[in-house]
């Protein structure tokens, strides 16, 4: 019988009804008491009333004297009094108040005299006096239940003479990572090896929210050792997460050890990514089946284990700061669910733009990037370029309005000149998305982005850029920043195992190439030496098959999947592969008027102008450098 998800429950439905299924069953949060200086961060588990009161005694508030106020009335700038031993009490501040005194006298006010002290003001009753209970009176509620522990309450507690409190106890949350091809991170996996670093990303997320990660070995996939595994953990711990065996393949257990043990309530959320979820309980201990794709494992943390913890630390859901925003590149999503989309996301002008990011869902460093999450809902089919669409924030908005904005044609030096420009100004940071130059040139002239790396070469006469810029921009309002020269090649396997000796090779049976996407300047660049050259495109086994990033076709090649790829020198470095060398192009940055005086393009160009600037470029290799940050004519 062909497999089949139990449900494909709407997100918020499924959330709402796991939550109350687990109530139902006993699932309940746990106390214990710790010393009140140890408490910071935790939450109370019932409120906390103060013991004694704070002050507990009449206390000075001034270095001084204590005095019967009685005694000074009359004074004034004209009629001092003269107060003699006997009539008042040095004290300093914090000093118990004298018997039978009921104000006190700043140091200040007092003109020492042979007979005692004059004072030329006369003092109100209680005055510069702190009161028993002034900041609590013993019995006066401190902190009520259910409320987070902050450095200035652990001063009043203690002031209230409260020295232990009970708090909700952090729930014990365990993850057992499954699988035959899992392995422990290392250096040198083996081909076919997995890394596991989900229970290391589910950790910090559960350590960041209040909750005790506890990681167990890894299982193989085996049911009996995945049920034992599971059933050890739900003795010892608050809430169990397996990952991972949620979907549909042949060993993929999860499902069917949750149900031995006790009961699959969802299998199947209608989300994108992470709809294998597996929600279930053994007793009243929650019981989660996380997919295996990191990023799919982050959403369901995120959206389904979340509201579970804020339960247990009996809180309500944390204010979701919601941003409307501009969208560069259109988003397709399918009807059947609600999918997660990462963007990257700054400030262009006053408008807030957004580039999706890379959806795979095994993609972990879509998250790392993203500024925040464009949720497509469930029925919808995505949304077109420049929609304006409400994104769910990651970054600070401080961070957004501080954040060049770079959009078009891949180049690793702009993650270096990212590095730089944050080093040398922390406030300022970079965002870059790479779409290709022609995308870049689009961006600009749609006011989406504050500079776009270009390198369009003009066939007919072999200039680059301006002939581009003329006709996109024919009314002017950009300037064109000169960037660097920069070897262009073919990317081969070390040792050039096929012998390729020039650019027309490529067509050579048996070679299997990896190409750029449509409108970046290698694709042009690609196409223009097929002509040159006499290549028919359709005699080149891959030349449909496309990449984003020079690294990316650079690490096709080095993985094996390749064996040939137009790319720059400094891709073909990073990983070691042979390099035949075909041209130098111009690599600019393109700058719209609008942008120029905008503090992080200003640093952009001093940066390219430094010495420290050329010698990262020089130590990468493959560029050509001819006076960096200047501006090229475009007339």
Same mark, same amino acid.
């Given at each position: ?54 002050? =507990? ?253 804020? =339960? ?97 044609? =891949? ?138 990033? =020079? ?85």
């Amino acid at each position: 019988m062909g497999f089949s998800y139990l449900n494909n429950m709407p997100l918020a439905q499924a959330r709402k009804a796991y939550l109350a299924r687990l109530i139902e069953s006993g699932f309940a949060s746990r106390t214990e008491t710790v010393p009140v200086p140890e408490s910071c961060g935790r939450f109370t588990a019932r409120a906390v009333y103060a013991a004694i009161s704070a002050p =507990h005694y009449a206390a000075s508030a001034m270095d001084g004297i204590a005095v019967r106020a009685h005694d000074t009335f009359g004074a004034t700038e004209t009629t001092p009094v003269t107060l003699k031993a006997g009539q008042y009490v040095v004290v300093d501040t914090g000093d118990p108040i004298p018997e039978g005194c009921d104000a006190v006298i700043m140091v200040e006010e007092l003109v020492r005299t042979e007979d005692g002290v004059t004072i030329h003001a006369a003092a109100a009753p209680w005055q510069h006096i702190r009161q028993i209970g002034e900041d609590v009176c013993a019995g006066e509620m401190i902190l009520p239940g259910a409320m987070e522990i902050t450095p200035a309450a652990i001063g009043a507690m203690l002031a209230g003479g409260v020295l232990e409190v009970e708090v909700i106890a952090a729930p014990r949350v365990a993850i057992i990572p499954t699988g035959d091809e899992i392995v422990p991170p290392c250096a040198d996996p083996k081909p076919g090896d997995i890394l596991e670093f989900n229970s290391s990303i589910f950790s910090a997320m559960l350590r960041r929210w209040g909750a005790e990660p506890v990681t167990y070995p890894i299982v193989k996939d085996d049911f009996d050792a995945i049920r034992a595994m599971v059933e050890r953990a739900a003795d010892a711990c608050d809430i169990v997460l397996v990952n991972a065996g949620s979907s549909a393949g042949r060993e993929d257990y999860t499902a069917s050890v949750i149900a031995s043990l006790g009961e699959v309530v969802y299998h199947g959320i209608a989300i994108k990514p992470g709809k294998p979820t597996i929600l279930g309980r053994v007793g009243a201990k929650p019981v989660l089946g996380i997919p295996g794709y990191p990023v799919s494992g982050i959403i369901v943390i995120d959206n389904l284990l979340r509201p579970v913890l804020d =339960h247990w630390f009996r809180q309500g859901p944390d204010g979701t700061h919601l941003v409307t925003a501009t969208l560069t590149r259109p988003v397709v999503s399918g009807l059947k669910y609600e999918e997660f989309v990462r963007v990257r996301m700054g400030y262009v002008g006053d408008r807030l733009m957004a580039s999706p990011l890379a959806r795979g869902s095994g993609v972990v460093t879509s998250f790392m990037k993203a500024d925040g999450i464009l949720t497509v809902p469930q029925g919808l089919e995505g949304y077109p370029a420049g929609e304006t669409v409400t994104v769910r924030l990651l970054s600070e908005e401080h961070r957004l309005r501080n954040t060049l904005v770079v959009i078009g044609s =891949h180049d690793p030096l702009l993650d270096e000149l990212a590095d730089m420009l944050h080093s040398d100004a922390p406030e300022l940071y970079m965002s870059s998305a790479h779409v290709g130059s022609m995308g870049g040139i689009m961006a600009v002239r749609r006011g989406e982005a504050h500079a776009a790396g270009i390198h369009l070469l003009d066939t007919e006469t072999g200039v680059y850029n301006l002939s581009f810029l003329k006709k996109y921009f024919p009314n002017g309002g950009v300037k064109l920043l000169r960037c660097v020269g920069r070897q262009q090649g073919l990317m081969l396997p070390k040792g050039n195992p096929m012998g390729i000796r020039c650019f027309a090779d490529i067509a050579r049976p048996g070679l299997r190439y990896v190409n750029r996407q449509k409108g970046s300047g290698t694709r042009i660049l690609m196409d223009y030496l097929c002509q040159t050259d006499g290549v028919d495109p359709a005699a080149v086994y891959g030349y449909e098959r496309e990449e984003l990033t =020079h690294t990316s076709v650079a690490v096709q090649i080095a993985g094996g999947s390749a064996d040939a790829g137009l790319g720059i020198y400094s891709a073909a470095s990073l990983y070691d592969l042979d390099f035949l060398p075909i041209c130098i192009e111009e690599y600019d940055l393109l700058v719209p008027d609008s942008a120029w005086d905008t503090p992080m393009v200003q640093k952009l160009v001093e940066l390219l102008k430094s010495d420290k600037f050329r010698d990262r470029i020089e130590a990468m290799g493959g560029y050509t450098l001819d006076r960096p940050g200047t501006l090229i004519e475009l007339d």
